[in-house]
């Protein structure tokens, strides 16, 4: 089977920004991330990650990445306002604004850093996991950006068309999932990866209810070199929620290779409605 | 005891604003809460919070709240620039910037709404502690924003003065705390709280290192109701890490009221040398 190169992938198109004067930079949304109102906010955000990346001034590698969704991002063209605000000798720091209109759609802020190399160690083990390639691929079709996902869940499928007679007791998701087709990992694929968890209340009530991300917080422990060792293969990301409380959940997630790198720590807040 | 009334706690001293012009406040950082570089970033952050809830336009209560930590903040005085980005019904997003000299010092973004009464449960439960007050009282004055916090270890205390023999196979410490005076919980106080925890890197190795904060996210689980309804008591904080590698560190820290209410999701990390 031919593999589509990086730059003919879905994925690439939809993060695709070109270079404007300064600090800007503009893209167009894509009709193969859509989510119910707007883009996959992972999109997004690896979108106001490519900005950084792609910036002249770029220095290190991203070590923290905080996204807004301050309003849903319209069908077309927008434009991202990527600023370095301090730049000491081995860290940068980033403040991020995607327009449409005149107006702030997505706010962030970004940290990059040269890493030296350090003691160093992993707390936080993998955990259990049968094989991805063991697992059936979960086919859905409501929205078009999960059918350029592959999740196999090991447990916590929240299924609509097949709901749990009861409600779940807790809200841990734990899945294996990459790119449709397969696609080396790195930066802005592992940043949308990190947004792929389905907001914690639909599977905590086993039901639908009007949701989605309002802020998501990416802490990249991988370097290039970890990233570019998981090749295309399959990562497992674990999710659960601390506390819903009037209309805003927290959740927190780790995302690792199939070796057991732990890639990522994310945490985000989402607005639920009932 | 005659307790200070709330205005005169070196606390709203350290983070009490003047408005300015348009979006703009001035401040003055506190030799009572200094740290090894600049102030105790848990007051950086409060102050910067302090900005939007004076700002004559927020609306709501705290739900998200991530500081960058850029540069050292000088003695003296200092400017925050605190600007709503987008207002809807009942959110609002915000832009938070402190600069010393013109210099960006700290960068932030906030994220403000109106709660509704709806279905809410927490998951994550208190750990089981014994009370504060069957537990000596931290005594610590190397830094000067010690001698303001009320800290009593339940467990994971790493204390220069008296470390471990070993390491400390984990990263995870437990402990009351609160400020001192005692004074009532707020928006503000908890902020700074949740930024109490010594770095993780500390703990684990028994030892002191060139080390700080570089990026925090708070969400807020609790509203004003339940903040009020903690008083002056001691909350409990729980932090451990998931990952160290190569001069970052995650930190992912839960904060309690003393009857087993989640207040705060907090995360963050840290740089750390050698």
Redo the contacts between chains.
């Keep these: 089977m031919t593999k589509p190169s990086p730059a003919s992938h879905a994925f690439d198109r939809a993060i695709a920004l070109q270079s404007e004067a300064g600090n800007l930079f503009s893209g167009h949304t894509s009709e193969a991330y859509q989510n119910m109102v707007g883009p996959f906010g992972g999109v997004t955000a690896a979108t106001l990650l490519n900005a950084v990346l792609q910036h002249p001034e770029c220095i290190g590698e991203p070590?923290?990445l905080?996204i807004?969704f301050?309003?849903p991002v319209q069908p077309g063209a927008f434009e991202i306002e990527a600023t370095p605000?301090?730049t000491?000798r081995s860290?940068q720091?980033w403040?991020l604004?995607q327009r449409q209109g005149g107006?702030?759609?997505t706010?962030?802020?970004a940290?990059f850093?040269t890493?030296?190399?350090?003691?160093?160690?992993?707390?936080?083990p993998m955990p259990a996991a049968v094989p991805a390639e063991s697992l059936p691929l979960l086919v859905r079709t409501e929205r078009s950006w999960f059918e350029n996902y592959d999740f196999r869940y090991v447990s916590g499928l929240f299924n609509p068309a097949n709901p749990s007679a009861e409600q779940s007791e807790?809200?841990e998701s734990l899945l294996w999932t990459r790119d449709i087709p397969a696609r080396p990992l790195d930066f802005p694929s592992l940043t949308a990866l990190g947004d792929v968890f389905a907001p914690r209340i639909f599977h905590?009530?086993q039901r639908f209810t009007p949701a989605g991300t309002?802020?998501l917080?990416h802490?990249f422990?991988?370097?290039t070199a970890q990233l570019t060792a998981c090749g295309e293969r399959h990562i497992l990301g674990q999710a659960?929620?601390?506390?819903?409380?009037?209309?805003?959940s927290?959740q927190?997630a780790?995302l690792w290779s199939d070796d057991g790198v732990?890639l990522l720590?994310s945490?985000q807040?989402a607005?639920?409605?009932?």
């Design positions: 070590i923290s905080t807004n301050a309003g605000l301090r000491n860290t720091h403040l604004l107006e702030v759609v706010s962030g802020t940290f850093a890493r030296r190399e350090t003691w160093s160690e992993q707390q936080q807790d809200t905590r009530r309002v802020s917080t802490y422990h991988a370097d659960r929620a601390a506390r819903m409380h009037n209309n805003y927290d927190i780790h732990l720590t945490t807040v607005y639920y409605k009932e």
